[in-house]
């Protein structure tokens, strides 16, 4: 992520204005989960022994598309611009 205005290059110029959601979506995508666990021996002599199961598992994803709105500090260039921004995390849409 750059620093800089985009039009007069000056360092430590870009200031944040607002943001706004542009899309979102809810789909269903297929991860993979591990469980772990532990297997107790019964005689002191032997050793627990550790286990993992990889699994597939279908989840509601969020996809979220977020507009962000940027200005030059500097007064004389004043440039404005936006950047877009994408979002992906586990969970569903509020109806």
């Given amino acids: 992520m750059s620093i800089r205005c ?3 290059k000056g360092f430590w110029k870009k200031r944040f204005v607002k943001n706004e ?7 269903l995508e297929t991860v993979e989960r ?7 021996s019964n ?6 022994h550790g286990y993992e ?6 989840v509601r994803m969020v996809q979220e598309t977020t507009r ?3 200005e030059c500090k500097d007064p004389v260039c004043g440039h404005q611009w936006t950047t877009e921004e994408y ?3 586990e969970g ?4």
């Fill in 6 to 8: 985009p039009k007069c």
């Fill in 21 to 27: 959601l542009v899309e979102q979506r809810e789909s």
């Fill in 34 to 40: 591990t469980d772990e666990g532990t297997i107790f």
């Fill in 43 to 48: 005689s002191p002599f032997e050793p627990n």
């Fill in 53 to 58: 199961v990889k699994r597939l598992e279908q």
């Fill in 68 to 70: 962000d709105f940027w």
């Fill in 87 to 89: 979002s992906e995390y």
């Fill in 92 to 95: 569903q849409l509020e109806a």
